[in-house]
């Protein structure tokens, strides 16, 4: 939580707003922030998802545990989920791949460029010519 | 007729729904807990057209990792 905090200009920076989202209710969202020193920065909204509908409806409610998985799904600005990472129960996420992620679907969508895998910002993206095609 | 478990029957076999790349990102509303105004609001995921939009689920407030 306090890792996305970090990043927070520079998501705004990519035109992206985050929403936290647990089935915690928003009384303990509130208690959170006041008391844990890494949720005290948080400057995105924290959403209570008391009844499970939000989690169940995009398949990440952990029925074991009725809270939802370690996951980050990217919502371009038409609605249509573009990304779904779903991580392990005992390893935090990496927060520079979900700006990664941001910065190379924009990237892609602006020069109409494919990006290749472990594409960094500063790097060119892959024209999609036949002629390249099993030279790479 | 087409069957399943034939060449032609395949289009039958269509997947559940799973939140998937792709997929329409399901609408919703919600209250939400806004540390910076120190307020409760509510949310609704359609007001964020025209904007990238990450959906940060995460266990519980208070946990270990």
């Keep these: 939580m306090a890792a996305v905090a970090a990043i927070y200009d520079q998501l705004k920076y990519l035109n ?12 303990s969202h509130k208690v959170f922030t006041e008391v844990s020193p890494s949720a005290s920065k948080v400057q995105f909204p924290l959403l209570s998802d008391r009844t499970h509908q939000i989690s169940k409806a ?17 919502v371009d600005p038409e609605g249509t989920i573009v990304s779904k990472l ?48 099993g030279r790479i | 007729m087409k069957s399943k478990g034939t060449k032609d029957g395949l289009e039958e076999y269509t997947q559940p729904y799973c939140a998937q790349t792709t997929d329409s990102a399901p609408l919703f509303s ?4 806004e540390n910076v105004e120190q307020k409760i609001t509510k949310i609704n995921l359609e007001d964020y057209r025209g904007k990238w939009v990450i959906l940060f689920f995460y266990a519980s407030d208070f946990t270990f990792v």
């Excluded at chain 1, 992206?16 to 009384?27: H, Q």
């Excluded at chain 1, 779903?86 to 390893?91: A, H, R, S």
């Design chain 2, 30 to 33: 919600a209250e939400a807990y």
């Design chain 1, 58 to 74: 995009y398949r990440v409610l952990n029925e074991k545990t009725g809270a939802t998985f370690r996951a980050t799904i990217i």
């Design chain 1, 86 to 133: 779903v991580y392990p129960l005992e390893v935090g996420r990496n927060v520079y791949e979900i700006l990664r992620l941001l910065q190379a679907l924009q990237y892609s969508r602006k020069t109409g460029e494919g990006v290749p895998a472990n594409w960094m910002s500063n790097q060119p993206g892959i024209v999609r010519d036949p002629k390249f095609i």
């Design chain 1, 16 to 27: 992206t707003e985050v929403l936290a989202i647990s089935t915690d209710s928003v009384y």
